[in-house]
C-alpha cells in the first residue's frame, strides 16, 4: 500500500466515524444544553475518543508531572476533548495536531466554543512529519491513535524530535499479541484503518532506540477488554445518529468491524499499553 493509500484509508475512516463534531453537538442539543453557554465543564463528557475517558486522561498527565508551566503536544488529537480538558483543569498550554483535516476544523470550533483558543490550538499534521520545531514541548501524550500510523521507527523519532531535552512522553495504544495472526492483521488494517500494530516490548525498544530513558511499559489488554466491551454498546446507541448521517450499510460495516475488534480483546488476540519515557538530556549519564 502506498503511503498516500494509508493516508486516505485513515482520513475516511475518520470523515465517517460515528464520533464527530455534529454527533457531539447534536447529542449536547438532544441533552438539554443550549450550545451557547455550554462551557468546558460540560463538552468535557461528550468530546473524548480514547478508552477509559478523562481518567486515561489524568493518568497520563500525572505521568508527565504536568503543571500550569507545561507546554504539552497532544499527537493525534483529534476532536481536541483531551488537550482541551487539560488546559482546563491543570492550565497547561496544550498544541494539538491531527492528520484530518475536519478533526482538526471541529477541534478549533468547539475549544472556540468554550473559550479556550488563547491555551490550545491545533494544526493539521502528519505525525511522522509534522514540521513542528525540534526540542519545542516539555510532554508529549497519545492516546489511541499510533496503530494508524504504519512507519512506527519513524513515528517515534519525529515524537522525541518534538520534546525538550528531558521532556517526557507518555502514549496508550493498541498493540499486537504474538498469537494475532496476518488474517487478523489485514482485516484490522481494512475494516479499522489499524495499518501497523505494534507489541509492549517493540515500544519499548524504539523508545530507547530514539534516546529516551524508558520509565514505564504498563499492559492494560485486560483493563481495555472490559471498556472496549462498554464502548461498543455506547456506538450501538449511536445508531440512530450514524444510519441519519452514512446510512444503515455503514451503520452495519461499523457495526461488524467494531464487533470483531472487540471480541478480539475478549479473546485474548489484542492488547493494549501504557508506556512513560523521558528523553535524555546532556547532562545526563551515559547509557551503558
Ligand atoms: C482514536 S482517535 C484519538 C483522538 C484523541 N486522541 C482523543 O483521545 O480524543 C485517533 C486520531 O488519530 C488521527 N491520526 C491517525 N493517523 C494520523 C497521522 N498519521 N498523523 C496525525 N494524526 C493521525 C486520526 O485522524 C484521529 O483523529
Request: proline share 3%.
Amino acid at each position: 500500500m502506498t503511503n498516500n493509500a494509508h493516508l486516505e484509508l485513515v482520513t475516511e475512516f475518520y470523515d465517517t466515524h460515528p464520533i464527530s463534531e455534529k454527533q457531539v453537538l447534536d447529542k449536547l442539543v438532544q441533552d438539554g444544553f443550549d450550545l451557547s453557554a455550554v462551557d468546558q465543564g460540560i463538552l468535557q463528557d461528550y468530546d473524548q475518543d480514547h478508552f477509559g475517558g478523562l481518567a486515561a486522561t489524568d493518568t497520563l498527565a500525572r505521568l508527565v508531572n504536568i503543571s500550569r508551566s507545561t507546554h504539552i503536544l497532544d499527537v493525534c488529537c483529534g476532536l481536541g476533548g483531551p488537550a482541551r480538558y487539560l488546559a482546563y483543569h491543570y492550565g497547561s498550554c496544550v498544541t494539538g495536531i491531527d492528520l484530518n483535516q475536519s478533526r482538526v476544523d471541529g477541534a478549533v470550533r468547539l475549544t472556540e466554543m468554550v473559550g479556550l483558543e488563547e491555551k490550545v490550538s491545533f494544526y493539521r499534521a502528519n505525525a511522522h512529519s509534522s514540521a513542528l520545531p525540534s526540542d519545542e514541548f516539555d510532554a508529549l501524550i497519545a492516546q489511541e491513535a499510533f496503530c494508524h500510523i504504519p512507519d512506527k521507527p519513524r513515528l517515534l523519532t519525529e515524537c522525541v524530535r518534538l520534546l525538550k531535552p528531558g521532556g517526557l512522553i507518555a502514549f496508550t495504544d493498541i498493540l499486537a499479541t504474538t498469537s494475532m495472526t496476518t488474517t487478523v492483521r489485514k482485516r484490522l488494517r481494512q475494516e479499522m484503518a489499524f495499518l501497523e500494530l505494534d507489541t509492549l516490548n517493540g515500544y519499548q525498544v524504539l523508545l530507547e532506540a530514539n534516546g529516551c530513558l524508558l520509565k514505564k511499559a504498563e499492559d492494560l489488554s485486560e483493563e481495555w477488554a472490559q471498556i472496549l466491551v462498554e464502548r461498543l454498546i455506547m456506538y450501538r446507541s449511536l445508531k440512530d445518529q450514524t444510519v441519519a448521517r452514512f446510512g444503515d450499510a455503514h451503520f452495519e460495516k461499523w457495526d461488524r468491524a467494531y464487533s470483531f475488534f472487540v471480541k478480539l480483546y475478549t479473546s485474548g488476540e489484542l492488547g493494549g499499553g501504557r508506556f512513560l519515557a523521558r528523553k535524555r538530556a546532556p547532562t545526563d549519564p551515559r547509557p551503558n
